[in-house]
């Protein structure tokens, strides 16, 4: 039904759900959710340690959703669920040692390896050695990296260097030769388009950075903004829009224009406090993990009073909306 709440769900103990709303009543929720499979790998990180998780999970849609096991293998599984054996019958798997993923579409999809090399990936699914045979490697010594099309990534390299990389994908040489240089000393980052990016760098200190283009450090240091300091993880909206959450725990709204850390703190709005993790879908809709591990819905204006609960012992969600997949 149109506006219908929905999320993917990993527990503390592996399993994942599909839970549909309304929100509020967890024992209601319970009864309907459906399971979709069982040892799901924990939550990875971007930057290591105990910082900045992401789910190990990407649904397509309501019905399409991809799984890194806690084996490290990587599958396709399609709907229905319900019924964890009816999924594993039907899943496809996409590749093994997987680190971390993004799924453009059913039919391809960006894979790190647990070796550090970058590859993108097509479809047809289910026959690994055919897979590895066509699919062309990216980079290499890659920690993390986030997708903006087939042709386009930012990519952040174990030494902390984040650089903007073009295709065409096959040859690393050539992608090492065309590539630019965003910045250095990078710990987390997240590009709002091909021109500007926000970065936190290995001091906690965020910045607004864009391409005057690309490749000169000095140039993009010269003219960044400063949005805060002290930060655990990000999630912008645009540009002027952005939800960070402090070393703390607090997780705060927070508004351009940026270069004033003293300014956007009088500005900016709280939205909770004790959280771990949280996903913010275009809507402004907020998934909220705190620190004993519920998970939270809420909507502006944020706080107590706007919040329902959704699940508890969590520690990873990935929601839909209006059954149909926003990108964060």
């Given at each position: 039904m149109?506006?219908?709440?929905?999320?993917?769900?990993?527990?503390?103990?592996?399993?994942?759900?599909?839970?549909?709303?309304?929100?509020?009543?967890?024992?209601?929720?319970?009864?309907?959710?459906l399971?979709?499979?069982?040892?799901?790998?924990?939550?990875?990180?971007?930057?290591?340690?105990?910082?900045i998780?992401?789910?190990?999970f990407?649904?397509?849609n309501?019905?399409?959703?991809?799984?890194?096991?806690?084996?490290g293998n990587l599958?396709?599984?399609p709907?229905?669920y319900?019924?964890?054996s009816?999924?594993?019958?039907?899943?496809?798997?996409?590749?093994?040692?997987?680190a971390?993923?993004?799924?453009?579409n059913?039919?391809?999809?960006?894979?790190?390896?647990?070796d550090?090399?970058l590859?993108?990936?097509?479809?047809?699914?289910?026959?690994?050695?055919?897979?590895?045979?066509?699919?062309?490697?990216?980079?290499?010594?890659?920690?993390?990296?986030?997708?903006m099309?087939?042709?386009?990534?930012?990519?952040l390299g174990?030494?902390?260097?984040l650089?903007?990389?073009?295709g065409?994908?096959?040859s690393v040489?050539?992608?090492?030769a065309?590539?630019?240089?965003?910045?250095?000393?990078?710990?987390?980052?997240w590009?709002?388009?091909?021109g500007?990016?926000?970065?936190?760098?290995n001091?906690?200190?965020?910045?607004l950075?864009q391409?005057?283009?690309?490749?000169?450090?000095?140039?993009?240091?010269?003219?960044?903004?400063?949005?805060?300091?002290?930060?655990?993880?990000?999630?912008?909206?645009?540009?002027?829009?952005?939800?960070?959450?402090?070393?703390?725990?607090?997780?705060?709204l927070?508004?351009?224009?940026?270069g004033?850390?003293a300014?956007?703190?009088?500005t900016r709005?709280?939205?909770?406090t004790?959280?771990?993790?949280?996903?913010?879908?275009?809507?402004?809709?907020?998934?909220?993990?705190?620190?004993?591990?519920?998970?939270?819905?809420?909507?502006p204006?944020?706080?107590?009073?706007n919040?329902?609960?959704v699940?508890?012992?969590?520690?990873?969600?990935?929601?839909?909306?209006?059954?149909?997949?926003?990108s964060?």
């Amino acid at each position: 039904m149109p506006g219908q709440l929905q999320a993917f769900v990993r527990g503390m103990d592996g399993n994942l759900w599909l839970e549909t709303g309304p929100w509020g009543d967890i024992a209601q929720m319970v009864a309907r959710r459906l399971q979709v499979d069982g040892d799901v790998s924990n939550v990875f990180s971007q930057v290591g340690g105990t910082r900045i998780w992401r789910p190990a999970f990407q649904p397509l849609n309501v019905n399409e959703i991809f799984v890194c096991g806690s084996d490290g293998n990587l599958w396709y599984e399609p709907a229905p669920y319900g019924d964890v054996s009816t999924v594993i019958n039907n899943r496809l798997q996409v590749d093994g040692n997987v680190a971390q993923f993004w799924a453009l579409n059913s039919e391809m999809i960006f894979v790190l390896g647990t070796d550090g090399n970058l590859w993108l990936e097509f479809g047809p699914w289910g026959d690994v050695p055919f897979m590895i045979e066509r699919r062309l490697q990216v980079d290499g010594n890659v920690s993390s990296f986030q997708v903006m099309d087939e042709n386009t990534l930012f990519v952040l390299g174990m030494d902390g260097n984040l650089w903007f990389e073009t295709g065409p994908w096959g040859s690393v040489s050539n992608t090492i030769a065309n590539r630019r240089q965003v910045d250095g000393n990078v710990m987390q980052f997240w590009a709002v388009d091909n021109g500007a990016v926000f970065v936190t760098g290995n001091d906690l200190n965020l910045w607004l950075e864009q391409a005057w283009p690309w490749g000169d450090v000095d140039q993009t240091i010269e003219f960044r903004a400063q949005v805060d300091a002290n930060v655990n993880d990000i999630q912008p909206i645009d540009q002027n829009t952005i939800f960070v959450m402090g070393h703390d725990g607090n997780l705060w709204l927070e508004f351009a224009p940026f270069g004033d850390v003293a300014q956007t703190v009088q500005t900016r709005q709280l939205v909770d406090t004790n959280v771990l993790g949280f996903d913010v879908l275009p809507t402004m809709e907020a998934y909220i993990i705190d620190g004993s591990q519920n998970l939270w819905f809420e909507v502006p204006p944020y706080g107590q009073a706007n919040r329902l609960a959704v699940d508890a012992t969590v520690n990873a969600c990935y929601p839909l909306f209006s059954e149909q997949f926003l990108s964060r």
